[in-house]
């Protein structure tokens, strides 16, 4: 089974196809961290534009990387929210078309869904249910993944994602957009302790993140201590945070199989080692995908497009495109924000 596809959420347009037996026979990716670095962060109408023009040359050119014809492609999967409506309406009506001329069904993801699952493309060995924490530029919740469409939300973050702190502290520091892998390099060269920052929710009863008040302080201390301090000592801070949730639910999650990171933050390596530490302490497998399948790309799509083909969930061509698009449905909204 070969599954084509596609995503358009944020600020990479990508194109990939990927088969059921985790072959990954193409992945290709455009960023536009040029276009949208003068305004320090993602213009939703820049990013559209860049769609437009990059995801045809970018599915032409996987088809023909991979040696793979249209019609040889069994579904076409592309994204179809959450995330900036006019990129998820660009690569949804893309994937729509050419699954309609080839005569293929279409198959709707949930873009988060596509971080969810990433990790079984990578590490085949990794079953259902286990424990996720997702960390990416919009989200950051833990999940339970019981299975394909099967999700339920534990936490999530009652103001701003994790990656959103990450690429505001860049900005108050001038690391530059995006802002994550710039705080990581800074932080090499810093005393992880140097500034002392408040690590929000440490140790509170209910299970969920907040980096609003952590990203205050940070703007608060800019200017008064070394970049590389204060870029050290903000990730030890989202480090704790994250760990001491993570911790909470993982001892009140019975029956997981894996402690499981995804989405662009889990990039990150300090996050991912002490994660691994603490998989270790509960006696689980840790599981991280490779660092270019943890921030946005199709393949993850392509797989997750390939797990619900595989399960027999295919969409129809007027299936709407969605600016918001809850994993978990049935979840609470956590003050209005988050979700
Ligand atoms: P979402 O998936 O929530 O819709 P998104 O698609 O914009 O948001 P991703 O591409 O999954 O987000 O992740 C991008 C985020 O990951 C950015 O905030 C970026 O700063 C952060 N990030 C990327 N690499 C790292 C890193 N090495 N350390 C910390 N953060 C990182
Ligand atoms: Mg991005
Ligand atoms: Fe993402």
């Given at each position: 089974m070969i599954v084509l596809g596609l995503e358009s959420s944020c600020d990479e347009t990508a194109a990939a196809l990927v088969t059921?037996?985790?072959?990954?026979?193409a992945h290709k990716l455009a960023g536009q961290e040029a276009a949208h670095a003068p305004y320090g962060g993602v213009v939703p109408e820049i990013a559209a534009r860049a769609h437009v023009e990059m995801l045809e040359p970018l599915v032409r050119a996987a088809l023909d990387e991979a040696g793979?014809?249209?019609?040889?492609?069994d579904a076409v999967a592309a994204t179809?929210?959450?995330?900036l409506i006019g990129g998820v309406m660009v690569g949804l009506v893309t994937g729509k078309a050419l699954a309609h001329a080839a005569g293929k069904p279409l198959v709707a993801v949930n873009h988060l869904e596509g971080h969810a699952l990433s990790p079984r493309l990578s590490n085949p060995e990794l079953r259902f249910p286990y424990l996720l924490l997702l960390v990416s530029g919009g989200h950051c919740q833990l999940l339970r993944v019981d299975g394909v469409g099967r999700y339920r939300r534990l936490a999530t973050t009652i103001d701003d994602a994790a990656g959103e702190a990450f690429d505001k502290t860049a900005k108050v520091l001038g690391?530059?957009?995006?802002g994550g892998p710039a705080v990581e390099r800074a932080a090499e060269a810093g005393d992880p302790f140097a500034v002392p920052l408040p690590r929000p929710l440490k140790g509170a009863a209910e299970p969920h993140f907040s980096f609003a008040g952590l990203k205050s302080a940070v703007v608060r201390a800019?200017?008064?201590?070394?970049t590389e301090d204060l870029a050290a000592s903000f990730q030890q801070a989202v480090v704790e945070c994250l760990l001491d949730r993570t911790e909470r639910a993982l001892a009140s999650?019975?029956?997981?199989t894996a402690l499981v990171v995804a989405g662009g933050v889990a990039a990150n390596k300090a996050i991912r080692a002490r994660l691994e530490a603490l998989a270790a302490e509960y006696d689980l497998p840790f599981v991280a995908p490779p660092l270019w399948l943890c921030t946005d790309n199709a393949a993850m799509i392509a797989w997750a497009g390939a797990e619900r083909f595989a399960a027999g969930l295919v969409d129809p061509l007027d299936t709407p495109a969605k600016a918001r698009w809850p994993l978990d449905p049935s979840a609470e909204a956590v003050r209005g924000a988050g979700v």
């Open positions: 059921g037996d985790r072959r990954v026979l793979v014809k249209l019609a040889q492609v179809a929210g959450p995330g690391l530059g957009f995006p800019a200017g008064q201590h070394r999650s019975d029956g997981v």
